[in-house]
């Protein structure tokens, strides 16, 4: 008794299934800790915080303090000092020292006038804007990536789930044709085809197990969770339809929505700006300084000091480098444009596809949906008919063979309508919305 106590309490704790919806899927991805995307698009983010940050400090006061306490010695002659004296004979020493000096100093700039620091620092901003943006592209990215790895792992169930059906029915058309040969109405061939047909059932189901177990894998590695946690996925394939968009409607609202289109957009800003940084560099610039000290050869001796000043910076010439930059930025603004002008036409191509995707998908859902009822009323009928000796075992083998393909096309068609309500979604720019 007391060995069994033992071995239950050094027993590993099995964790339990956790249960997942879509929505919950979604969710643990696009968290902080998420998928991998999401937290390397936060640290972009607070990349582009620190260089607005950096930028502005040059628009800010520099102030910094010194102190300084040194001994010294000097050689007159070699600074060009030469004292002579009136009294024959009489020589001043040209090497002085030791002498100590004391200084302690707080020392101040400002910019008061630099359009070129300005803009840089609006670029800045400009980039902080692209980064927030590219943030929710990547939540969007990662939703849809999470959402289409979700349904395909839902899609492994209803596989696994008909593939257990059909091997439920193959069975029972086995034990059919063994009472019909039992009973003298039936012949060996047809138990011998039924046992063909139950075998390549219980294949189909090891590969739709195996299909689900890797479909699971791809899950918890797009979530971000541990890849030996065992999920139970709540949610199934299902028709829910939506609701009616034009062309118009949706490439509006993609538009509007789309996180991407919004960074690339700040991302043309930012290079509009940079260009105008560097067109800047040729005005004048103003900066004020000063400093406030005590300096003597010690404390006690010392005396307070102070500098105030104006500095104007002209830039004259620099041996072309302000013009090859500015050639630079504005070759970059220029490319900023097109890949702005060339994402919303992908935009509009996205829309488009992924509402004729859905038309048809919709349209699939209805089609095998039919099929399904015709051949599960062929399959009835065709037992009927076999069990009053009216038909042979061919006719069920072929009707069983149609009914599984039936399956299929309708667990197809309602994976491809599910898929295509997210490439719509993410067309539109509202994946996270849409699995609310």
Not at 203 to 216: F, G, I, K, P, T
Not at 247 to 257: H, P
Not at 336 to 348: H, R, S
Request: neutral net charge.
């Amino acid at each position: 008794m007391r060995l069994v106590w033992v071995l239950l309490w050094t027993a590993p704790l099995v964790a339990a299934p956790v249960e997942l919806s879509l929505k919950r899927a979604v969710q643990l991805a696009v968290a902080p800790e998420g998928n991998t995307r999401v937290q390397l698009s936060a640290e972009a983010l607070k990349q582009a915080e620190s260089r607005s940050a950096e930028a502005r400090g040059a628009l800010l006061p520099d102030v910094e303090g010194t102190f300084t306490d040194e001994s010294l010695t000097r050689n007159l002659a070699a600074m060009g000092i030469q004292i002579t004296t009136p009294i024959p004979g009489f020589k001043i020493p040209m090497f002085v020292g030791p002498f100590t000096t004391m200084d302690a100093r707080v020392a101040a700039t400002q910019s008061v006038f630099d359009f070129s620091t300005i803009r840089r620092f609006q670029a800045s901003k400009a980039g902080v804007s692209a980064a927030k943006a590219d943030v929710g592209g990547s939540a969007e990215q990662v939703a849809a990536q999470v959402a289409r790895a979700y349904l395909a792992a839902v899609r492994a169930d209803a596989d696994v789930e008909s593939s257990k059906a059909n091997l439920t029915l193959s069975e029972a058309v086995l034990k059919q044709a063994e009472n019909q040969k039992a009973a003298g109405t039936g012949t060996g061939i047809e138990i011998t085809r039924a046992r063909v047909q139950m075998a390549n059932d219980r294949q189909r189901l090891l590969v739709a197990e195996n299909a689900r177990r890797s479909a699971v894998l791809q899950l918890l590695r797009a979530i971000g969770l541990r890849l030996d946690t065992e999920l139970v996925l709540t949610d199934k394939l299902q028709y829910v339809p939506v609701d009616a968009v034009t062309m118009e409607q949706a490439k509006a609202q993609a538009l509007k929505e789309r996180p991407d289109l919004e960074a690339q957009q700040e991302r043309e800003a930012t290079a509009r700006l940079s260009a105008s940084a560097t067109k800047l560099e040729r005005l004048p610039s103003v900066a004020a300084f000063g400093d406030y000290g005590s300096s003597g050869s010690g404390f006690d001796s010392s005396l307070p000091t102070r500098t105030i000043g104006i500095s104007v910076r002209v830039p004259l010439f620099d041996g072309g480098r302000r013009d090859a930059r500015r050639a630079e930025s504005a070759s970059q603004y220029r490319a900023e444009k097109v890949k702005t002008n060339d994402l919303k036409e992908q935009i509009e191509l996205d829309v488009r596809l992924a509402l004729d995707e859905l038309h048809s998908a919709e349209e699939q859902v209805k089609v095998s949906r039919e099929g399904l009822d015709l051949a599960e009323n062929e399959l009835a009928q065709a037992r009927r008919r076999y069990e009053a000796g009216v038909a042979i075992g061919v006719e069920v083998t072929d009707a069983q063979s149609r009914l599984e393909r039936a399956r299929d096309n309708q667990t197809a068609a309602l994976y491809n309508y599910n898929v295509g309500r997210i490439d719509l979604a993410q067309a539109m720019g509202a994946v996270r919305k849409s699995v609310e």
